[in-house]
């Protein structure tokens, strides 16, 4: 198993450009998860989904749109990058609570973008 | 909602010293608790959880939490660290009826010295 992939790795954008993260995960999780990281403020949730086909926004939902068309990938894009987006980008999945699930999270190696 | 803070923003510590990292947990309702662990340049990975019965867990690499209830605390031991303990800690706290989503804390570095 693979488990949780995010492509790319490294992006540099310039300001007002568009671009889209793809994460993939092969356990079959219900729930997947995007996240940002930035120095001394752990993780904060943008977006998460609970099945293919829905989405729902976390804590910092604006300046990003997700689709989950397929239960094994979830994207993140970004419409008009800012600066305020160079960060780190971590996808992660888990299992639902049918499954026996206790939430722990599964996350993907990251991908670390800069808008210049 | 619930809300996670990490006491120590950095831990220096010596090789062989033991360590322990302070996680306190704000919640109104029953929580899940773990400690995933972060090394340079990759994602998180699942240290050990709390999910209900014994309040002291025992996760990978010697490490171990107790949950404690009274205090909302769950702190991360370990009796002896090595060099390659260095890396970054989360706590995080997940309800059972949140679609899953847990709240983390803001991280605390942990620095094993020679």
């Known amino acids: 198993n693979a488990g949780v992939t995010q492509t790319p790795k490294f992006r540099v954008l310039k300001t007002g450009q568009s671009m889209t993260l793809l994460c993939a995960q092969d356990m079959n999780h219900e729930y997947m998860y995007w996240y940002r990281q930035d120095p001394g403020m752990g993780l904060r949730l943008i977006h998460y989904s609970v099945g293919e086909g829905t989405t729902a926004k976390g804590e910092v939902p604006d300046g990003y749109n997700v689709s989950r068309l397929k239960k094994q990938n979830f994207l993140l894009g970004l419409e008009s990058a800012a600066p305020s987006q160079t960060s780190v980008y971590f996808c992660?999945?888990?299992?639902?609570?049918?499954?026996?699930?206790?939430?722990?999270?599964?996350f993907g190696p990251g991908t670390r973008l800069t808008v210049t | 909602a619930q809300s996670v803070t990490q006491l120590d923003s950095q831990v220096p510590v010596f090789e062989e010293a033991p360590v322990e990292l302070r996680c306190n947990y704000s919640?109104?309702?029953?929580?899940?608790l773990f400690w995933y662990v972060q090394y340079p340049n990759q994602g998180l990975q699942l240290l050990l959880k709390y999910l209900s019965g014994s309040t002291l867990v025992k996760g990978i690499n010697g490490f171990e939490a107790e949950f404690n209830k009274s205090q909302t605390s769950f702190h991360l031991r370990k009796p002896s660290v090595h060099i390659s303990d260095t890396a970054e800690y989360f706590c995080?706290?997940?309800?059972?009826?949140?679609?899953?989503?847990?709240?983390f804390g803001d991280g605390t570095t942990l620095t094993v010295k020679p």
């Open positions: 995080a706290v997940s309800v059972r009826t949140n679609a899953g989503k847990s709240t």
């Open positions: 992660a999945s888990s299992s639902d609570r049918e499954t026996g699930s206790t939430y722990e999270q599964y």
């Open positions: 919640s109104s309702v029953s929580v899940y």
